[in-house]
T-cell receptor, first 110, second 115 residues
Framework: QKEVEQNSGPLSVPEGAIASLNCTYS??????FFWYRQYSGKSPELIMS????GDKEDGRFTAQLNKASQYVSLLIRDSQPSDSATYLC??????????FGAGTTVTVRA | EAGVVQSPRYKIIEKKQPVAFWCNPI?????LYWYLQNLGQGPELLIR????????DSQLPKDRFSAERLKGVDSTLKIQPAELGDSAVYLC?????????????FGPGTRLTVL
């Protein structure tokens, strides 16, 4: 069974700063990596997916994947109050089973 | 494009009562998932369907939980009888295909409270 660990929160950052979220996973054959955002009382919403080593940028979000270290991260640049949410790291492998971490709660201070 | 639809959004029942949740996936999505999410945790897969077939139900507590996906579209998840520990949010998700890279889209969830 895949284990997905995320850095414990909550993470509080000032508006305009960079929020850095980390995730490690245990299954070496994992193929796909996703970051979901979940606002309180709402369902998870996909914000980034990454499949290859390196960086992937989408607007203010950058995902970084290092399969050798079994590590994936998410950077949120120019953090806004609307970024305040819980961010879930999810990992998928050959079993097509998406395993989630417990999430890191981010609070952006105005 | 309409998203994943779930009903009801909230359900409060007493323990030992039955309860059912309904999900309508995104049109054209062949794969449907039911997840359970406890407070402060990530979603955990209960069952995955590819069309009508339950291809992974290894995490479904079969003594009290059952699910069906007739005609390969809508799905129903049932608990009978409900226990206090079943209080959680039940999420339905769907994806177009079955590849590991396919994005799963989540519905709004059903928040179950068992008293």
């Amino acid at each position: 069974q895949k284990e997905v660990e995320q850095n414990s929160g909550p993470l509080s950052v000032p508006e305009g700063a960079i929020a850095s979220l980390n995730c490690t996973y245990s299954d070496r054959v994992s193929q796909s990596f996703f970051w979901y955002r979940q606002y309180s009382g709402k369902s998870p919403e996909l914000i980034m997916s990454i499949y290859s080593n390196g960086d992937k940028e989408d607007g203010r979000f950058t995902a970084q994947l290092n399969k050798a270290s079994q590590y994936v991260s998410l950077l949120i640049r120019d953090s806004q109050p609307s970024d305040s949410a819980t961010y879930l790291c999810a990992v998928n492998g050959n079993d097509y089973k998406l395993s989630f971490g417990a999430g890191t709660t981010v609070t952006v201070r105005a | 494009e309409a998203g994943v639809v779930q009903s009801p959004r909230y359900k409060i029942i007493e323990k030992k009562q039955p309860v059912a949740f309904w999900c309508n996936p995104i049109s054209g999505h062949n794969t449907l998932y039911w997840y359970l999410q406890n407070l402060g945790q990530g979603p955990e897969l209960l069952i995955r369907y590819e069309n009508e077939e339950a291809v992974d139900d290894s995490q479904l507590p079969k003594d009290r939980f059952s699910a069906e996906r007739l005609k390969g579209v809508d799905s129903t998840l049932k608990i009978q009888p409900a226990e206090l520990g079943d209080s959680a949010v039940y999420l339905c998700a769907s994806s177009h295909g079955t590849q590991a890279t396919d994005t799963q889209y989540f519905g709004p969830g059903t928040r179950l409270t068992v008293l």
